[in-house]
C-alpha cells in the first residue's frame, strides 16, 4: 500500500509509465498472500464493499481511518494522528537507495515535505504527531519537518520530554485545545480516561480538554488544586467544641473533675485494652470501654492523617475540586472510611479540610462522607463528636455526612458498586492488634481498585511497631504487583505527631490515664495507594 500512494497520472488522465511498474509490484506483492487467484479477487471485492459501507456510515458510526498520507488529500477529520514522524522514515534514510521515480535527494526530500504538510493539514481541531519510531525497539530523531513546523509557528506550544519518551504534539486550531502527557515509549500517547485501552498512564476525556499542560492535566485528574499547606509542626489543639463533646461523655468539663474511683476505672478498662493478655486472648473489646477509648486514644491519634494528606496536597493529588465532570454529571469528592471508630481519623480529615476551606475563601469544597464501623458502641460516639466538629466548619467547606454504617469493614466494601469512592481511609484496622489475617488482604485491594475511580487514593495508617510496618510493606508490595495500584515512595513511611499543645492530652498525663509519651511525640506509619488500572476479581 505505500507503493501506492505514488501513483501519478499525465495530464490526458493516464498513468505515466513509471505508475504502471510500480501499481503491478504492489498488485504481485499483494496477490502473493493468498492461496489462489479466486481468492485473492474475492478478498478484493470484500475490501472494496466494506470501503463503500464505510464511506457511507461514516456519520453513523464513527470509525477509525487508517490511511496513507498521500491518499488522505481532499479529507478532513476531527483528529489526526501521524505515527513514526522520525527521520529515517520522514523523510528517509540518505544512506538507501532513491526509489526510481526519484532523480535526486533534493526532489525525494520535497515530495516527503508535500506529503507531511498533507497530513498535517486534514486536522479539524487536533493534530497528534507521535515521534518515537513504534516499530523501533530504540528512540528515533525526530522528523526534520517537526522543527520546520515549529520554527515557522512559534506559538505552538512544546513540552521537552525525557529521551526514551513519545513526543506527542497538538496543533491548537480555533476550536481546537491542547493538552499533552508523558507518555512511555512503544505507548499509545495521549490523554487517557482508561489505562487499559491507551496502555500507559495517561488520560482521555472531553473535561481535560480544559488543561493546556501535564501539570494541570494531573491537577484535574486528581480533581486537586493549588493551594498552601498547612503548618503542621506541632499538631494543634482539639477543636473546643470537640474537646466538650469528649468531656461530656463523662458528664465533667475538665478531666480534674473526675474522682479517684472513675479515674481508676478508666485507668483499668484502658489499660486491659491493648495489654499483651488481651491481645494474645484476641479479646479486645471496644464495646466495653468505647467512651474510655475515645477520651485517651482520640486526642493523640486525631492528627496522623495530616501527615499523608500534606503530601497529597503538596503534590497537588488532594482531591478538592467540588465539579469535576464525569458522564453522569457533577458529584462532590465521596470518602469512605473503614474502620471509622470513635470518629478519630473522621475528625482528623475535616479539620485538614477546613484548614484550606480558610485558607481558600473562593473554593467551595464538598465532600460527601461515608463511615464503617463493626463495634456499634462507637456509633453513639462518633456521631456526637462528628456532630460538634462539623458545627466549626468553614462555610465553604460543605459536608454531607452519611449515617455510620454497623458492618464488618470489608464486607461491606465487597457490596459497594463500581467506581463509588474518590478517597478510602483506613486507620488503626489492618494491625495486629485487630487481627486481620494476610489471606484476606488480596481481596481487600480488589475490592478498594474495584470501588476506587481511576486515579483515586487509599490512606492507611496504623500503628509504629515493627510488625505493623512489615504488614504495611506487604499490603503496599500486594497492592503494587497484582491489584492496580501505584504506591507513594516510600512504601510504608514512619511519622510523628507532636502533641505536647494537646490540652486534653496533657491534663490525662497529670490525672495518671496515661503514660506520657516520649518526647510528646505520638509515631505512627502509614501508606498511600493510587488506583492506576483496573483489575479482574
Given amino acids: 500500500m505505500a507503493m501506492l500512494k505514488e501513483l501519478e497520472y499525465n ?26 487467484i479466486l481468492s485473492f479477487v474475492e478478498a478484493m471485492l470484500a475490501l472494496r464493499t466494506k470501503r463503500k459501507w464505510d464511506e457511507h456510515n461514516a456519520d453513523k458510526h ?16 476531527d483528529h489526526v494522528i501521524i505515527i513514526d514522524a522520525v527521520e529515517d522514515l520522514m523523510p528517509g534514510d540518505p544512506s538507501k537507495p532513491l526509489p526510481f521515480w526519484h532523480a ?19 486536522a479539524r481541531h487536533d493534530l497528534r504527531i507521535v515521534v518515537n519510531g513504534l516499530n523501533s525497539s530504540s528512540p528515533k530523531a525526530p522528523s526534520p519537518f517537526i522543527h520546520e513546523m515549529l520554527r515557522d509557528n512559534p506559538n505552538i506550544p512544546v513540552e521537552k520530554l525525557a529521551a526514551d519518551d513519545a513526543l506527542e504534539e497538538q496543533n491548537r486550531g480555533s ?7 508523558r507518555s512511555e515509549r512503544k505507548k499509545t500517547p495521549g490523554i487517557h480516561r482508561e489505562y487499559e485501552k491507551a496502555g500507559v498512564e495517561g488520560y482521555s476525556c472531553p473535561v481535560y480538554r480544559r488543561c493546556t499542560t501535564w501539570r494541570k492535566a494531573n491537577r484535574f485528574l486528581n480533581k486537586a488544586v493549588s493551594c498552601p499547606v498547612p503548618e503542621t509542626e506541632t499538631a494543634p489543639d482539639l477543636p473546643l467544641p470537640v474537646e466538650k463533646a469528649l468531656l461530656r461523655l463523662f458528664s465533667v468539663q475538665q478531666l480534674k473533675e473526675l474522682d479517684a474511683n472513675r479515674l481508676k476505672k478508666i485507668r483499668q478498662k484502658t489499660g486491659y485494652l491493648f495489654s499483651k493478655e488481651a491481645i494474645a486472648a484476641k ?25 499523608p494528606l500534606i503530601e497529597l496536597l503538596r503534590d497537588e493529588m488532594l482531591p478538592l475540586l467540588d465539579e ?11 470518602i469512605l472510611e473503614m474502620g471509622a471508630g470513635p470518629g478519630t481519623a473522621t475528625i482528623g480529615l475535616l479539620s485538614f479540610y477546613a484548614k484550606i476551606a480558610e485558607a481558600n475563601p473562593s473554593l467551595e469544597i464538598h465532600l460527601e462522607y ?30 454531607c455526612m452519611k449515617p455510620m454504617q454497623i458492618s464488618d469493614a470489608f464486607a461491606f466494601l465487597h457490596t459497594c458498586q463500581a467506581d463509588s469512592f474518590d478517597l478510602i481511609l483506613e486507620s488503626n484496622m489492618l494491625n495486629h492488634n485487630e487481627h486481620v489475617e494476610s489471606r484476606l488482604l488480596n481481596g481487600l485491594l480488589h475490592d478498594m ?38 504506591v507513594m515512595e516510600p512504601k510504608s513511611e514512619s511519622a510523628a505527631c507532636d502533641v505536647s499543645g494537646i490540652r486534653l492530652y496533657q491534663e490525662a498525663v497529670a490525672c495518671g490515664l496515661r503514660h506520657p509519651l516520649d518526647k510528646d511525640r505520638h509515631w505512627f506509619r502509614y501508606t498511600v495507594l493510587t488506583k492506576k488500572q483496573e483489575v479482574s476479581p
Fill in 62 to 77: 464513527p470509525v477509525v481511518t487508517l490511511s496513507t498520507m498521500h491518499s488522505a488529500k481532499g479529507q478532513e477529520y
Fill in 283 to 307: 479479646a479486645v473489646d471496644y464495646a466495653a470501654c468505647a467512651p474510655e477509648y475515645a477520651l485517651i486514644y482520640l486526642p493523640v491519634n486525631l492528627h496522623k492523617v495530616w501527615q
Fill in 370 to 399: 461515608l463511615p464503617v464501623e463493626y463495634e456499634r458502641a462507637f456509633r453513639p460516639i462518633f456521631e456526637a463528636l462528628t456532630a460538634a466538629m462539623l458545627s466549626t466548619l468553614p462555610a465553604n467547606l460543605h459536608i
Fill in 11 to 36: 495530464k490526458n488522465g493516464s498513468m505515466k509509465q513509471k505508475n504502471v511498474q510500480l501499481l503491478v509490484m504492489a498488485l504481485i506483492r499483494i496477490a502473493s498472500l493468498y492461496d489462489s
Fill in 104 to 122: 535526486s535527494w533534493q526532489d525525494h526530500v520535497e515530495e516527503e515535505r508535500r506529503l507531511f504538510y498533507v497530513a498535517a493539514t486534514r
Fill in 449 to 486: 481498585n474495584r470501588t476506587l475511580v481511576y486515579s483515586s487514593k487509599v490512606i492507611a495508617i496504623e500503628p509504629a511497631d515493627k510488625e505493623t510496618a512489615d504488614f504495611l510493606d506487604q499490603l503496599a508490595g500486594l497492592a503494587e504487583k497484582s491489584c492496580g495500584f501505584g
Fill in 175 to 181: 476550536n481546537g485545545h491542547s493538552v499533552r502527557c
Fill in 324 to 334: 469535576f465532570k464525569y458522564p453522569d454529571g457533577a458529584h462532590p469528592i465521596r
